[in-house]
């Protein structure tokens, strides 16, 4: 019996030994799903995050649970619908509302397990006190409480340390949030972010051309800090975000404008938490997912601007230009390097994925959904527990379609033209709500509408996608 008994053992032993310890994200904003070298753009040099895809798996219909950030990110933390957790639009500063405290992240499930947690980037799930990072499971946060084109919530508290840069005083900081309050959409304050530290801003207004660099330097500083302790670090960028800002050191270094030489900024960041992990001996201990939050803000096709091809659509689209984004799992020693996969998966995978991988039971009141993709990256299947998709109107809650399998129904909803014949900027959107059939095997492009063709098939995922909305309270 023991005989039996003890190489089960030390199988599991070795198993677990062999699972990435640490857990890093590394999310984009508005980054579109060509936008990388290894996902195809021509004019895109990303060497640090084509090594990782080389040295990961390429995950090539990865999608998020919406077009727009806030409900994008708050899936990803929670392995929930934004509907469910009550995201469903995006957040403004003088929004008085959040992820609820009530809503488990990856980062409280990972305390559980005595790691240590950090956000550095951009939050935009709540600026009110008891929804920041460090109401959400998280030891420590830097970054930006929202989008970089906002501007200063009269709620955020103010460190008696406070950098003021551009000549501003305390006076004119808070002139700004009490206009803030009145009217968000004024022009003099937008652009003009303060930088926060845990729960405090600390400087304002912040210089967004270093943003990405000062993320870089907290991040290594946090992994250096965590050698031996197992960690979370949710690591969501500002940029390519609107405005773009660079460093001097990438301005003008793709050639190609100013969003591509953010994704170059990036790249260079990826290449630094990749370098500090080896010389730290964590490399093997450690699982990296990069993805960006939704689809390129392209409206107009601006050649400077980002690139969802061959996709249709972009943000607030549910086409899949919307939804699909560019991701790349890394974790030497668990996933076979150079793999690729064009199975279904998503944002809303991450939270049950690591539960598994670190043997935490999911809580069970309430209701996920996400899957576990443990066996899909490590290479003991191919095929991915997920089948379906489903897509909402950007800031909405109204359900705008579904996918399963190779097909896809859209409804109604945020679908606009981006531009007329001429290539030049339409004088107003129009939406194009005649019900949609696709076959993404066969037209990924989302051209060929066959909903003519097929009405059963539209009947069945008309009802599959109703139920699932009707099911979220």
Known sequence: MKRTILPFLLLI???????????????????????????????????????????????????????????????????RMPKRVGVPAVLFPNSKTGLPETEITIAELLKSKGYKTAVIGKWHLGHLK???????????????????DMSIAKELQISKNIKLNNGYTLNKLKTDQQQTELNRKDKSI????????????VEYP???????????????????????????LYLPHTMPHHPLYVSKDFDGSS???????????????????????????????????????????????NPEWASAGPLRGVKFDTFEGGQRVPAI???????????????????????????????????????????????????????SPRKEVYFY????????????????????????????NKGEKPTKLVGDIKPMLFN????????????????????ELKRKMKEFDASIK
């Not at 310890?21 to 984009?28: E, M, Q, R």
């Not at 199975?343 to 899957?371: K, V």
């Open 13 to 79: 032993m070795m198993q677990a030994n062999s699972q990435s310890k640490n857990f890093i994200v590394i999310l984009t904003d508005d980054q579109g799903y060509e936008d990388l070298g290894c996902f195809g753009s021509k004019r895109m040099n990303t060497p640090n995050i084509d090594k990782l895809a080389k040295e990961g798996m390429k995950l090539t219909s990865f999608y998020t649970s919406s077009s727009v950030c806030s409900p994008s990110r708050a899936s990803l933390l929670t392995g």
């Open 130 to 148: 008891q929804f920041l990072p460090t109401n959400q499971g998280f030891d420590y946060y830097f970054g930006l409480p929202y989008s970089n």
């Open 190 to 201: 937008k652009n003009i972010m303060p930088l926060m530290r845990n729960e405090e801003v």
């Open 206 to 232: 912040v210089d967004q051309s270093q943003l990405t660099k000062r993320y870089t330097q907290e991040a290594v500083s946090f992994i250096k800090r965590n050698k031996k302790n197992p960690f979370f």
């Open 255 to 301: 050639g190609n404008g100013v969003y591509t030489d953010a994704i170059q900024e990036v790249d260079w960041s990826v290449g630094q938490i990749v370098k500090t992990l080896k010389e730290s001996g964590l490399d093997k201990e450690t699982f990296i997912l990069f993805c960006s939050d939704n689809g390129p803000a392209n409206r107009y096709n």
């Open 329 to 383: 799992v890394w974790a030497p020693g668990t996933i076979k390097p150079n793999t690729e996969s064009d199975e279904i998966t998503s944002t809303l995978d991450i939270l049950p994925t690591i539960a598994h991988y670190t043997g935490i039971a999911l809580p069970q009141n309430r209701i996920y959904d996400g899957y576990n993709l443990t066996d899909l990256f490590r290479g003991e299947t191919i095929i």
């Open 393 to 420: 109107t950007a800031n909405r809650k109204t359900i705008e379609g579904i996918r399963v399998g190779d097909w896809k129904y859209l409804e109604k909803g945020s679908r606009f033209t981006t531009l007329n």
């Open 440 to 459: 993404l095997n066969k037209d990924v492009i989302e051209r060929a509408n066959v909903f003519d063709k097929y009405p059963e098939k539209v009947t």
